[in-house]
């Protein structure tokens, strides 16, 4: 009963903000369309707010798991129209907090000890609330300050009952709308199921902030906080508490004397950073997760919080990411195109002089306009898009990549307006290249999976036994079946003889029983009876041979 009240409540919503209008009448089911025509809020005046408003407002009052829903197809730019993926991308994850005695409860529980022995100070009212956690200031008994990251009581449940929803939504849309097949709306609902759940583990998110601290130790470009294992578990994060400006006030930055340009470069550097030199990038880096830390103006440094989301991208699609991004910046769409097939981002049997075309016709215009106009991350979501129409599959680390890319660009070009990405990135891209297949960068790698061959090279000659004996026992047994089949066909053929010869016998039988047949075989000279016995010896079936 809670699921169809929860259903009626959407639907509800749905009709509200008139989010039928998304929907083309022609490809529903008749029940559906008569659904729709019984709508009481279609007897109203025609909605004045825009479609893609609509949405969000909807998606807000349904709540925190709608919100993230939102929040994360926002991400699918190569699946939805521009309006409602800028417009998805406002959504503001501001949730009511929970009682604080819930969260000592929740952190008593998970740590197994009082807050009163376990911290010097809690504050009971929470610094932030969000969809999945909220988050409470506190003190060690060090004296370290530190925030306390707690998961929502009860949120699993209501996540995965409306992810239940979502999942009869999607499949309702896969059917129904004309898209529906290309949108893929199933494969998003599950990405998003798998998303949400992650963030419910805290020590998952913990472990990334770990492994991204690591990465950045004594780094110039971002620090990240500090995480303390002896208070974390699955549903209690705590990590050290950091001090910045928010990388969105923009009136405190300029107040404090940022140098706003190296900021802005700096944020492009972090990304390529982590995506080519380490394969493990900050996925959700949107202006609430970025603090900056202006201690030093002229040398200004990122703070990064909230790994919950984290992307990374194998050996071989990080270099030919790499060279797909360098032909791009060259204009080389041909080998952009051949890249694209040699990597099997698009099927095999593509034909790369359409693709090329294809690119080209996206690609061209945009690189009519001055070179600070050209938004990289766009470039890329319509690249995405004209390869989804020869049978792309996106990978969800390449819509994380875009992501990502979209998010810094924009936040550079906050700061910076004049910043052009394509002088901080290609020469970055070209020097990761070139170093890859240095010869220090391949003896590196050589070194790095010497280990791994000198402990299988023992088991070599029994390999190379291994795969001869089953080689000489394919061999074995493709003789035996082509033995059986000869037999099979002597075997046949026998029949066909034993059939043809009762059929001759017949036959001549039946000759010699009619009147005057005896006399006139009688008279055949004996040359054309030995002639016609060779004659049906010649005809007569053969063995076959194996």
């Known amino acids: ?86 417009e998805l991308a406002r959504l503001q994850d501001r949730v009511p907090p929970f009682p604080a005695a819930e969260s000592r409860a929740i952190i008593e529980r998970e740590l197994g000890d009082s807050v009163g022995r376990l911290f010097a100070s809690f504050e009971e009212a929470p610094m932030a609330s969000a969809s999945v956690a909220q988050v409470h200031a506190a003190t060690l008994h060090d004296g370290r300050e530190v925030v306390v990251k707690v998961v929502r009581p009860g949120i699993e449940a209501v996540i995965r009952q409306d992810i239940a929803l979502l999942f009869t939504l999607a499949r309702l849309a896969a059917r129904y709308l004309p898209d529906g097949r290309r949108l893929r709306p ?17 020590g998952r998110e913990a472990a990334n902030t770990s492994q991204l601290r690591r990465n950045f130790a004594d780094s110039k470009l971002v620090y990240v906080p500090e995480v303390h294992w002896d208070y974390t578990r699955r549903k209690v994060f705590t990590m050290e508490r950091i001090h910045g400006i928010p990388v969105t006030d923009l009136a405190a930055l300029r107040a404090a004397g940022t140098d706003l340009k190296v900021l802005g470069e700096r944020g492009v550097e972090i990304f390529f950073t982590q995506v080519f030199r380490d394969s493990f ?50 204009r080389d769409y041909h080998e952009v195109a051949q890249l694209h097939v040699e ?10 002089q359409d693709f090329e075309q294809a690119m080209r016709a996206v690609c061209e215009p945009v690189f009519e306009r001055p070179i600070a106009e050209i938004s990289f991350g766009q470039l890329l979501v319509y690249l995405f898009r004209t390869a989804a129409r020869f049978d792309m599959e996106v990978q969800p680390s390449l819509v994380l990549l875009q992501k990502t890319l979209l998010n810094i660009e924009g936040l550079g070009r906050q700061l910076y307006p004049a910043l ?26 050589i070194q790095h999976h010497a280990p791994g061959w000198l402990e299988q090279l023992p088991r070599v000659p029994d390999v190379v036994l291994e795969n001869l004996r089953e080689a000489r026992d394919s061999e074995a047994r493709l003789q035996a079946e082509l ?17 043809l010869l009762a059929a001759a016998v017949c036959g001549l039988a039946a000759v010699a029983l009619l009147p005057g047949v005896r006399a006139g075989l009688a008279a055949v000279p004996l040359p054309s009876l030995l002639l016609g016995a060779l004659a049906l010896a010649l005809a007569w079936p053969r063995r076959a041979q194996p």
Not at 16 to 33: M, Y
Not at 186 to 202: F, G, K, P
Not at 485 to 496: I, L, P, S, T, W
Request: charged content about 30%.
């Open 1 to 86: 009963m809670s699921r169809l009240a929860r259903l009626a409540q959407i639907l509800r919503v749905a009709g509200r903000h008139r989010l039928d209008e998304l929907l083309p009448d022609g490809s529903l089911p008749a029940p559906l369309r008569l659904a729709l025509r019984l709508n009481p809020w279609r007897l109203q005046a025609p909605p004045e707010r825009p479609r893609a408003e609509r949405l969000r407002l909807a998606l807000e009052e349904l709540g925190p798991v709608f919100i993230k829903f939102g929040q994360t197809l926002s991400t699918r730019r190569d699946l939805l129209p521009v309006d409602i993926a800028d």
């Open 186 to 202: 199933v494969e998003v609902v599950a990405d998003y199921e798998h998303v949400i759940l992650d963030e419910l583990d805290l």
């Open 281 to 330: 990038f900050h996925a959700d880096m949107h202006p609430g997760n970025i603090f900056v830390d202006a201690s030093d103006p002229a040398d200004p440094r990122y703070i990064a919080i909230d790994c919950a989301i984290i992307g990374s991208l194998s050996d071989s699609d990080q270099y030919y990411l790499a060279r797909n991004l360098l032909g791009i910046f060259r």
């Open 343 to 352: 990597c099997g981002w698009v099927p095999p049997d593509t034909r790369v």
């Open 420 to 445: 052009n990405l394509w002088d901080t990135a290609q020469p970055f891209l070209e020097k990761w290249v070139q170093d890859r297949y240095s010869p220090q960068s391949m003896l590196k790698r």
């Open 483 to 499: 033995a059986r089949q000869a037999r099979r066909r002597d075997e046949a053929r026998r029949g066909e003889r034993r059939r």
